[in-house]
């Protein structure tokens, strides 16, 4: 007996083949609903103009329906917008889009450099309600996790976004940085993924696709396996000890730095890509110049670059970002070591553009004790 099929948004090509030749359909019919789906975004069966009536209402019938609705918009002076999701049991989750430029012109998150034409967007999308990794630093930890997303709720996001992104500009590039961990919801990301990836759907290239994870090892090992390295891989490193590491992160205490780093040397990289090394700026406990000369020791001989983030203030959390002088004097350091290094520049900061502010506002949040400062080298 073959397993159920996955919920419409989230069927590849063979699967509505499957799907609409059980139902009579002739097989020229899947790629047209496929096509719908994802090259068009369109999710009302109604308005599937080519389709015969009986296929319309069939896909109805199935549920074929927006699986989420935006229910506020909050746009950034710099072009940066907020997007405030309800999902169908009433819970909610962000997205954000940012306009080329928005993030700092050394870096653009995604990776690729602008093409000609419309100018490019990236939209942050998340893969969880909530988050079970409990990063103090994390709006979306502070409130624990909630549930998965399935890929279709996935996938929903960034046919929303592209319709969406503002005048003149053209979503190229995604990242998984939004609510959630996206290797702790392996299988519907892996889906998800796929489906950005189909040519006769959005068609994304898998230069412009980042996914960030805080270190689960084995399912970047499987990642590696199954897209063959090919899509941009982005770690939530932060601090280059395990002691301290383990405060911020949990999940150090499962995999530490070193099963971490025998892992991005397993990473089957292709050539001239790096993987990406995410380091949140905390004032007084990991934004020392020791600090930056035990990065670039730990990151040495890796084929890596380093994106500074100074801490999104997260509401009832105590702990923020240092000032400037010694952002720019981290940045200096890691550059006189090798390290190439850039800093995120903050994006839609006066309308809470840290992950989880606007979905979980409502949440009660597992408050922790503030860190240590550190000092010493």
Request: hydrophobic fraction near 40%; glycine fraction near 10%.
């Given at each position: ?22 139902w009579?359909?002739p ?34 019938e199935?549920g ?42 050394e ?106 994870t ?48 025998d ?28 600090d ?11 084929r ?47 309308i ?17 004790v ?8």
């Open positions: 007996m073959s397993s159920p099929l996955p919920d419409p948004i989230a069927r590849l090509p063979g699967e509505w083949e499957e799907a609409l030749a059980a009579g359909e097989r020229f019919r899947a790629a047209q609903v496929f096509q719908w789906i994802h090259a068009r975004g369109v999710l009302d069966p109604e308005a599937m103009t080519n389709l015969p009536k009986r296929l319309r209402a069939r896909l109805a199935e074929l329906a927006p699986p989420l609705a935006l229910t506020a918009r909050h746009r950034a002076e710099d072009g940066t917008q907020k997007l405030l999701f309800a999902l169908g049991d009433g819970r909610t989750i962000e997205s954000v889009l940012i306009p080329q430029g928005a993030s700092g012109v870096d653009p998150i995604g990776g690729e450099e602008p093409e000609p034409g419309a100018r490019p967007s990236t939209q942050c999308i998340s893969t969880q309600v909530g988050c079970a990794m409990g990063c103090v630093f994390c709006a979306s930890g502070m409130a624990g996790l909630k549930r998965h997303l399935g890929a279709g709720e996935i996938v929903a996001q960034v046919l929303a976004g592209r319709a969406l992104v503002g005048e003149g500009e053209r979503l190229r590039n995604l990242v998984l940085m939004g609510m959630g961990e996206p290797l702790h919801n392996y299988d519907a990301v892996a889906r998800a993924l796929r489906l950005f990836f189909h040519p006769e759907g959005i068609g994304l290239g898998t230069r412009r696709v980042t996914l960030s805080s270190g689960l090892v084995p399912e970047i090992d499987r990642l590696a396996r199954d897209f063959g390295g090919k899509v941009q891989l982005a770690i939530s490193l932060h601090v280059p000890d395990d002691a301290r590491r383990s405060e911020l992160m949990p999940i150090n205490r499962r995999y530490p730095l070193a099963t971490l780093m892992a991005l040397r397993r990473y089957p990289l292709p050539p001239r890509r790096r993987i990406t090394i995410e380091y949140t700026l905390v004032r007084g406990y990991n934004d020392a110049l020791w930056a000369d035990a990065l670039a020791r730990l990151l040495h001989g890796l890596v670059k380093v994106n500074l983030i100074p801490m999104n203030p997260v509401p009832d959390n105590p702990l923020g970002p240092p000032g400037w002088p010694v952002v720019e004097a981290f940045h200096d350091r890691l550059w006189e070591r090798g390290v190439a290094t850039f800093v995120r520049r903050k994006k839609g900061d006066d809470a553009a840290a992950c989880g502010q606007l979905a979980l506002a409502n949440e009660p949040k597992k408050i922790r503030p860190l240590p400062v550190v000092a010493g080298g």
